[in-house]
Structure formats: structure tokens, C-alpha cells
T-cell receptor, first 112, second 111 residues
Framework: NAGVTQTPKFRILKIGQSMTLQCTQDMNHNYMYWYRQDPGMGLKLIYYSVGAGITDKGEVPNGYNVSRSTTEDFPLRLELAAPSQTSVYFC???????????FGSGTRLTVV | GQQVMQIPQYQHVQEGEDFTTYCNSSTTLSNIQWYKQRPGGHPVFLIQLVKSGEVKKQKRLTFQFGEAKKNSSLHITATQTTDVGTYFCAGLRIAGNMLTFGGGTRLMVKP
């Protein structure tokens, strides 16, 4: 079991560029989540999904989009990158009940 | 919306001293979870508390869930340098399906 795998681990984008952060899990979890963590801060929910084909906004969705075509994959799309999107992005998954989340190792994104 | 607050934000302790972080929710919770994030790492699930007044132990770590299910605490006895990291609580609202994370408490341990 690889758990939750995120790629890339690091990326530098120029203002206005776009990119997709990849997230895949092999635990057959229905629920998947994208969080961002700014330096020294907590986790803010961007988007989440309760199953394939279903997505919903979290606390800070502006500037991002997601899709969930399969149970395993939950990519996060950044359109027109802005410096305010410089952050560490974590993908997580869970069974959706009362068990804990499994996090990926994160993508460190810098927008310059 | 639901808010989960954690205090303190930072804590420096001498190795061997005890440490406690507190978590308070603005709403009653279905359950509360605790995570640890090592510097440069990702959050790792530690434990979940579900019942009112529940107390759970993991070696030197003691977790409590308040009677009203709106607050929780994590206590570490005799800290070690391996305890360094940020500890997050995360609350699940009743009938909710996603966690709300607190801001975390960063623990630093001086050897």
C-alpha cells in the first residue's frame, strides 16, 4: 500500500501560469480532500469529494478547481496562479466515517 | 461556521517537562481527532475520541474529550526530543462529513 501519493513534491510557477497537482490513493477511500497550509499556520480546506463524480467547495476554493472521475484520483487545478497561492498543498483521504485521515506528503508550491 | 481554536500557539519546554495543548470548538462535536506534524512533514493521525468525557492514552500521551463534547486536550508527560512537531486537533461536526482543523500548537523541546 502506497497510501496517498502526491506529485510533484516541489514546483515554482510564474504568475498567470496554470498547473495540476496530482493526488492518488490506493486504499479505496471514498472521501478525498485538498488542504493548503501557509507557513506556520493550520490547514484550510480547499475542496473535498465524497465519491467519484461528486465534489464540493471547502473554506478557500477561489482560484482552484477539482474533478473526481475515479475513486483513486483527485487532481487539483490552479488556473492563473497568483503569489497568494504560494503554500504547501496536502491531499488526504478517508473512509468518511469516524476514522482518521491519511495525508500525502505534500506539494510545496511557490508562485513568483 | 464552525471554529476550532487551539492554545497555546507555541510552547518551548525543557526535555523531561510536561506539555499540554487545549482545543475548543464553537459547536458540539461528533468526535475529535488529533494529528502530529513533524517539521517539514505531513499530518499523521494519532487518535480519535468519540464519547463524552473519554480519556485515551498512548504511552506518554493522554487525550481527553470534554463532557460537553466541545473541548479536548492532549497532555504529554516527560517530553522527549522526538515529541517535537505541531499538534493539531480536528473536530467533526454532528451530521458533518469533514473535519475542521485547529490552528495547531507547535512544540519545541530543548535537550
Amino acid at each position: 500500500n502506497a497510501g496517498v501519493t502526491q506529485t510533484p513534491k516541489f514546483r515554482i510557477l510564474k504568475i498567470g501560469q496554470s498547473m495540476t497537482l496530482q493526488c492518488t490513493q490506493d486504499m479505496n477511500h471514498n472521501y478525498m480532500y485538498w488542504y493548503r497550509q501557509d507557513p506556520g499556520m493550520g490547514l484550510k480546506l480547499i475542496y473535498y469529494s465524497v465519491g467519484a463524480g461528486i465534489t464540493d467547495k471547502g473554506e478557500v476554493p477561489n482560484g482552484y478547481n477539482v474533478s473526481r472521475s475515479t475513486t483513486e484520483d483527485f487532481p487539483l487545478r490552479l488556473e492563473l496562479a497568483a503569489p497568494s497561492q504560494t503554500s504547501v498543498y496536502f491531499c488526504a483521504s478517508s473512509y468518511g466515517d469516524t476514522r482518521g485521515y491519511t495525508f500525502g506528503s505534500g506539494t510545496r508550491l511557490t508562485v513568483v | 461556521g464552525q471554529q476550532v481554536m487551539q492554545i497555546p500557539q507555541y510552547q518551548h519546554v525543557q526535555e523531561g517537562e510536561d506539555f499540554t495543548t487545549y482545543c475548543n470548538s464553537s459547536t458540539t462535536l461528533s468526535n475529535i481527532q488529533w494529528y502530529k506534524q513533524r517539521p517539514g512533514g505531513h499530518p499523521v493521525f494519532l487518535i480519535q475520541l468519540v464519547k463524552s468525557g473519554e480519556v485515551k492514552k498512548q504511552k506518554r500521551l493522554t487525550f481527553q474529550f470534554g463532557e460537553a463534547k466541545k473541548n479536548s486536550s492532549l497532555h504529554i508527560t516527560a517530553t522527549q526530543t522526538t515529541d517535537v512537531g505541531t499538534y493539531f486537533c480536528a473536530g467533526l461536526r454532528i451530521a458533518g462529513n469533514m473535519l475542521t482543523f485547529g490552528g495547531g500548537t507547535r512544540l519545541m523541546v530543548k535537550p
